[in-house]
């Protein structure tokens, strides 16, 4: 019995810090640039009159995304918790911003985000999968 009692105390030590040793999910590559890449579409998207979403792409992407935070042992809450963030949303914001600077585009000028999002789209890459031309 007391084996017993000294597993299970073992046991429950042990399972918190598991959750513990989870890196946060904007840590975690295969998660955090999918997502980067769908915000950055949609930014896209929502700046350019002739480049649309691929909405249905981009929601598939979003279930896989699920599917595999939850494989990595992600609660849907941890999940939700990490895309409903205002931190999470303002570092992403900030991460967004700085790539479109770098790459020339300007919030005063939409033009700079349809020669952004043809460019990607072009390049086939992860934001321009995600876009379309109209």
Known sequence: MLRLIALMAALMAVSPM????KPPLSDV???????????MAKEVADHCDSISARLFKGIGELRRLR?????LGYADAEIRAY???????ARMRAKGET??????VSYENPET????????IEKNSAIGVLLRAK
Do not use: V
């Open 18 to 21: 598991s959750a513990a040793a």
């Open 29 to 39: 590559p295969e998660i955090e640039d999918p997502l980067f890449a769908i915000a």
């Open 67 to 71: 599917s595999r935070a939850n494989a």
């Open 83 to 89: 895309i409903e963030s205002d931190t999470e949303k």
């Open 99 to 104: 790539l479109l600077r770098n790459s020339g």
């Open 113 to 120: 985000f349809c020669a952004f999002g043809r460019t990607e």
